[in-house]
């Protein structure tokens, strides 16, 4: 917001502090789009973060000046923060690692937060890295530094070297990792299918178990995010605007004042009553993700439920500027509170990636996405996934991804020029 220059923090943050006191040297600070809550990278004091691989395309948000930064190699490791997709969406369409962890692990406590006051699906920070290995040297040494004796929110669970090395799950040597191959919302691009099955293809090869994830009410868990999230956003946007004169930018328009998107601001913020309605819909929607996810120790053949997730980051390899509204695969694992880290694949080959004929479509936006590839626009664009893990399990997270990193380029998967 123009309304907030020239306030400088009289402090750092608790997590910057434990950096610098590490060793870390901050010295560039990177774009965020207007209201810090959107998924294109834009506002009225820097203007427009391009993505670091063609600048028709989006860096996403809302840390995209941070994955552009990160994805340039103009830093090895970057910090951004995450409601809904905010690290895992510009660290996939920089084709970097990024790590959405559950709320607590690392410290937030100082962090300028757009959604502040909102608790029940609340903003975690994490690292955007080159390398598989940063975001387990960033995550181990913030967490070894007691930070929650510096963040009264912060998690008391210290760094467990047991549950990194994956001990109780016979040490990874044989996990059982499942695909999400579509949420049911939007049936992703050819290039997103090609990485779950090249994911696949590499864990079968070093001998673990793949089988199938079933989606369960992956669109009521997205409209309780719209619905808890967004839910004084309105206000909030509002009052920070007025406070200086400056135009809201068309894309994060209230409904009413600008031509059609896809989403856009809510017009009125929620009463209590209404978030407290959403709030209860959280609570069983984890308490029901939860069952879901037990239930699959009868699939695996480990005598255990499933190790991790494999899903999309999002539909598609990047989007082209302006067109990025949808984030269903990333924010449900908001709503769950389940840590998620992308993974990179490769790149979009547009002799391979050829747009695959559809006659059925879940919805009209399935149908609109469909419509909407090209391989030639989207040719050499990144293609990332993410693995999720359940609530507060970051070592086996960092671990689980590592051995899927291992296994891709190990089955000569060359993303890395």
Same mark, same amino acid.
């Given at each position: ?7 400088? @923090? ?26 810090? !809550?959107?998924?294109?990278? !834009? ?42 997709? /905010? ?43 080159? /390398? ?33 090395? +994956? ?30 099955? !090249? ?21 009521? +868990? ?33 409904? #009413? ?60 390899? #990047? ?6 509204? +949808? ?44 419509? @909407? ?13 993410? +693995? ?11 671990? !689980? ?8 380029? /190990? ?7």
């Amino acid at each position: 917001y123009v309304s907030r220059v020239g306030k400088v @923090a009289q402090k750092n943050a608790v997590l910057v502090e434990i950096l610098v006191s590490l060793g870390a040297v901050p010295y560039v600070k990177t774009n965020s789009p207007q209201t810090v !809550m959107w998924s294109e990278t !834009m506002n009225n004091l820097f203007g427009r973060t391009s993505s670091p691989f063609n600048r028709s395309f989006t860096s996403s948000g809302s840390s995209g000046g941070e994955g552009s930064l990160v994805g340039f190699r103009g830093s090895p490791l970057g910090i951004g923060t995450d409601i809904g997709g /905010s690290i895992r969406s510009p660290a996939a369409y920089a084709g970097l690692y990024g790590l959405r962890s559950s709320y607590g692990r690392l410290p937030f406590a100082g962090i300028d937060d757009a959604a502040d006051g909102q608790n029940s699906i609340k903003t975690v920070a994490g690292p955007l890295t080159t /390398s598989i290995e940063g975001v387990k040297i960033l995550v181990k040494s913030v967490i070894q530094q007691q930070p929650w004796l510096k963040d009264p929110l912060a998690a008391r669970k210290p760094w467990n070297e047991e549950e990194y090395k +994956l001990i109780d799950r016979n040490r990874g040597e044989r996990l059982c990792f499942a695909i999400m191959w579509n949420d049911e919302i939007t049936f992703p691009h050819p290039p997103i299918t090609r990485a779950l099955e !090249m994911a696949k293809s590499a864990l079968v090869k070093a001998g673990h178990r793949v089988i199938d994830w079933k989606p369960l009410k992956h669109i009521e +868990l997205s409209r309780c995010w719209d619905d808890i999230v967004y839910s004084g956003l309105a206000d909030e946007a509002k009052i920070d605007i007025e406070l200086s004169g400056e135009p809201l930018i068309e894309h994060m328009a209230l409904e #009413g004042q600008t031509p059609e998107s896809y989403r856009k601001l809510p017009a009125e913020s929620k009463s209590a009553y209404e978030v407290w309605q959403a709030q209860k819909r959280q609570r069983t929607l984890r308490e029901e993700y939860l069952q879901h996810w037990n239930e699959t120790v009868s699939s695996t053949g480990t005598g255990r439920a499933v190790d991790g997730i494999i899903a999309p980051v999002s539909h598609s390899a #990047g989007m082209p500027h302006g067109k990025n509204y +949808l984030y269903d695969y990333t924010d449900v694992w908001n709503v769950l509170d389940y840590p998620a880290l992308t993974i990179p694949v490769g790149k979009v080959d547009s002799r391979v990636d050829k747009k695959v004929p559809r006659d059925t479509f879940f919805n009209s936006r399935d149908k609109k996405v469909y419509e @909407a590839y090209n391989p030639d626009v989207w040719n050499n664009a990144p293609i990332v996934v993410q +693995l999720v893990g359940r609530t507060l399990e970051e070592e086996a997270v960092v671990a !689980m991804s590592e051995i899927v990193d291992a296994a891709l380029k /190990s089955a000569a998967v060359d993303f890395k020029q």
